[in-house]
């Protein structure tokens, strides 16, 4: 629990730290777009490659990428397992008579997980170089067009981002619960799957029960500062896009655009 990275942010004076939050979500928004025209993984090298390049001008540790894929290694292995087992195809491999492992299948899994590897890395960059106040600003300002609709483009933006800056806060207390269970003699280790799962009883239900005394303590604290939405609100650093928020948008574009050449030509 305590490797899981999502929604943390690790403070840097890199050039990915300092391009305006907009740019990132955009940035972020071409990643994804990039990941899904994929649609063989010989092609996943240009996305791998954009990933590469945003870590190292990032600075950030590969650590916290790499612990960023620990919550769904079981879904990558049951996604890799699934379509091994019911992927058809030419190129026999191996043939039991009830199943055959096929060329075809082995790729297809393996583009797949790959494909969430890097959705996962994509996201987990995001929230790592961006702070939740700057996350919470460039989100509402991207939203802010659709208030003429009287959307709550204020109101949805704090929402994701409490939510994103409350999974590492739910995580350290889940690892509290566990430890004061576990120093009342409580055993999550042994036993089948159904005992290990029953034993999580004792975790589950005070995590609730503090998850809900947070939310209620931060709404208490919100009412108690006059918070009432983004009406009139001012903000001490205000978003302006400067020209390596032009560079990064112009290269992540470039690696779009190599990418449908690539794919037409090949």
């Known amino acids: ?32 777009v990039m ?25 950030i540790s590969l650590r916290y990428i790499l612990n960023s894929l620990k919550p769904i290694r079981f879904l990558l292995i049951f996604m890799f397992l699934l379509n091994l087992f019911f992927t058809k195809g030419e ?7 009830f199943w055959k492992l096929t060329g075809e299948a082995v790729l297809q899994s393996c ?6 590897i890097l959705l996962v890395a994509g996201a987990s960059m995001l929230t790592l170089t961006t702070s939740p106040i700057a996350l919470t600003d460039g989100l509402e300002k991207l939203l802010m067009p659709l208030r003429i ?41 042994s036993g089948n799957v159904f005992k290990r799962v ?6 589950l239900i005070p995590l ?4 809900f005394r947070k939310a209620d303590e931060l709404a208490i604290a919100m009412e108690s500062r006059c918070y009432h939405g983004g009406d009139g609100r001012t903000r001490m650093h205000q978003l ?22 690539v794919m037409v030509l090949l």
């Open 91 to 97: 190129h026999v491999w191996l043939d039991l008579g």
């Open 1 to 32: 629990m305590r490797d899981i990275t999502l929604g943390q942010f690790v403070a840097g004076n890199s050039v990915i730290h300092k391009l305006d939050p907009r740019t990132k979500i955009a940035m972020m928004i071409l990643y994804i």
């Open 111 to 116: 583009f797949l997980s790959l494909r969430i």
């Open 208 to 211: 609730f029960v503090s998850s």
């Open 198 to 203: 029953k034993s999580m009883i004792p975790i």
């Open 35 to 59: 990941t899904f025209l994929v649609k063989e993984i010989w092609f996943m090298s240009i996305p791998f490659a954009y990933l590469v390049m945003e870590l190292v001008f990032s600075g």
């Open 149 to 189: 609709f009287h959307f709550p483009a204020h109101e949805l933006a704090m929402m994701m981002t409490i939510a994103l800056r409350f999974v590492p806060t739910l995580m350290d207390e889940s690892e509290k619960i566990r430890n004061a269970q576990m120093s009342r003699g409580a055993d999550f280790e």
């Open 240 to 261: 302006k896009f400067r020209k390596e928020d032009l560079a990064a948008i112009l290269i992540t574009l470039a690696f779009l655009a190599s990418l449908i050449l």
